[in-house]
């Protein structure tokens, strides 16, 4: 589904996709007027999505490994941009403070709501149609869903036979993956938790599903986590799809990751306009399958 690309706080609050154009920066006036009517912590939020989905590339701070460290820059940028814009200190302690719990059980509450309680219709609850194709054939044997959400993917991979680990900070949305795999006679191995705290291990998967889970954040743990002859299987917004709507978390840029994952040989690798599963219409997605050599 999504990482935290920016921190912990930035996927949770970025990713739902808001169908727009980007491309036109707001004033300030206008993006308060757009969340006027909001209750004070969603406009909190809201503000401070708004703002990130209008910050250039350039300054939204790159790749770090320490996701905390990222975020306190984000959360500092964005501090200084408030205070530009008249907000008193107090205030800005209060919003940021919001902001950071978000990043942390609220993370998991935002991805309980967006997943169950306030699905959108439009949301894929089928098994990603590349993951079916690049599995087809395949002698099934370990899985790891990554933020595997309701389970659509894991539970699938489950009924061709795999032995599938499946994990998410979203508790409910899990809940409701094992509830489906009871009633499909089912046993899908799960773990509440974060991309983060998860073990990928070494040499212990024979897949691993980045079903839009981010990009190439995590590219050394799946290369080490991957059983020689193990495959990558990987799904995610193109950056391309930023031009009509607004995404944050599975964002790759043009290339990116045959270049991320240069210990893995490429099975394919194409960047075609589809209909993603987190999206209500077509975007340009990135898809990738990839193998570690046998040594």
Wanted: glycine content about 10%.
């Amino acid at each position: 589904m999504r990482i935290r690309t920016v921190g912990l706080i930035v996927a949770g609050l970025l990713f739902a996709v808001q169908p727009g154009n980007c491309q036109t920066a707001r004033s300030r006036t206008e993006r308060e007027q757009q969340i006027a009517s909001l209750p004070e912590e969603q406009r909190t939020f809201e503000r401070f999505r708004l703002w990130w989905t209008e910050l250039p590339e350039s300054e939204r701070g790159g790749r770090r490994e320490d996701a905390q460290l990222q975020q306190d820059a984000v959360l500092g940028k964005y501090a200084e941009w408030l205070k530009d814009g008249g907000f008193a200190p107090t205030d800005i302690e209060k919003q940021l403070a919001l902001l950071r719990k978000r990043g942390g059980a609220g993370d998991a509450e935002f991805w309980n709501q967006y997943l169950v309680k306030n699905r959108q219709q439009w949301l894929n609850s089928a098994p990603n149609g590349f993951l079916v194709e690049m599995v087809k054939g395949r002698k099934p044997g370990k899985a790891l869903d990554v933020a595997m959400g309701e389970g659509r993917n894991t539970i699938w991979l489950a009924q061709q036979g795999w032995e599938v680990t499946g994990f998410d900070p979203a508790d409910q949305a899990v809940a409701v993956a094992q509830e489906r795999a009871h009633h499909f006679g089912l046993a899908i191995h799960t773990e509440i938790t974060t991309m983060e705290r998860f073990d990928f291990g070494e040499n212990r998967w024979d897949l691993i599903v980045l079903s839009y889970a981010g990009c190439s954040q995590i590219a050394r743990q799946v290369e080490k986590a991957l059983k020689p002859g193990g495959i990558l299987v990987e799904e995610a917004f193109h950056t391309d799809a930023l031009q009509t709507m607004k995404i944050g978390g599975s964002l790759c840029k043009p290339g990116e990751l045959p270049s991320a994952f240069q210990g893995l040989r490429v099975l394919r690798y194409e960047e075609p306009v589809a209909k993603p599963d987190f999206a209500p219409r077509p975007a340009r997605v990135v898809r990738f399958a990839a193998e570690k050599p046998v040594e």
